[in-house]
């Protein structure tokens, strides 16, 4: 059996991490892959700041380094920002995927217009950096916030009669006034929502963590991954250094 490495980028109990698994219920994959969730050692509140980045590239870039010695087939990233992606992508082999570059050029495939739908204004600039590295700000309609913080545990459990409504209205307002042909969730701890919108919309819904799967499913099967010449190869590894530090942020973070 394959199996494809998910690093869910924050450090969460094994109950938390249960609802992040719950994504795989929106998608069909095939018996012969198994996905195992990794949350990393340590990692910043929440992903506001540029110092806030850094730490989410090497959190999440730890917590892969050794994917494939450990018989992964492929990883995928649990954060709209795609942190750690490219420096894995240095690293590994096998496929590694993001949901944000993902789910942005699926949604091209879709419409030629879309809109991110998010919790919090203040991830704006994780939206922004995606779009400008894809050159796809013509196809950006918007981004709508509900401007309410977001739970990175318990992401919108128990809290569903009070969001979902507003990010219906959000994507409303994106479709009606910005006009945006396809909606993207822009977090994937917002994943509890999809089917909700999915019913209430009038266009394609991403949900941009499951989206993540079947791309992995997709490039395992096809024996497709990442181009070397785009990603190439640090001539001196810092495995173990990188490693360390991260074990000493984790005691430092508890």
């Known amino acids: 059996m394959k199996k494809v490495l998910v690093i869910v980028p924050f450090p969460m109990s094994e109950e938390n991490l249960a609802l992040r698994r719950e994504q795989l219920k929106a998608v069909s994959i095939s018996d012969s892959i198994s996905f195992i969730f990794r949350p990393v050692k340590a990692a910043p509140r929440n992903y506001i700041s540029q110092a806030d980045m850094v730490l989410a590239d090497i959190s999440i870039l730890e917590a892969g380094i050794n994917a494939e010695q450990e018989g992964f087939s492929a990883v995928c990233i649990d954060t709209m920002s795609d942190s750690g992606a490219a420096a894995l992508r240095s690293i590994l082999s096998i496929p590694v995927i993001g949901p944000g570059r993902t789910s942005m050029l699926f949604a091209l495939s879709l419409g030629t217009k879309f809109s991110i739908i998010t919790m919090w204004q203040k991830w704006r600039h994780l939206y922004d950096k995606t779009v400008t590295d894809l050159g796809i700000g013509h196809a950006l309609a918007s981004v709508r916030s509900i401007n309410m913080a977001p739970d990175n545990q318990a992401l919108l459990n128990k809290k569903e009669e009070a969001l979902f409504p507003l990010l219906e209205q959000a994507a409303k307002k994106a479709i009606e006034e910005d006009g945006a042909e396809v909606i993207l969730l822009g977090s994937t701890t917002m994943h509890q929502a999809h089917d909700y919108l999915s019913k209430s919309l009038d266009v ?14 997709m490039m395992i099967s096809s024996s497709l991954s990442h181009s070397r010449k785009a990603y190439p190869i640090s001539p001196v590894s810092r495995h173990e250094m990188i490693v360390a530090m991260m074990n000493s942020a984790a005691s430092f973070d508890h």
């Open 204 to 217: 394609p819904v991403i949900n941009p963590g499951p989206m993540t799967y079947k791309m992995a499913e």
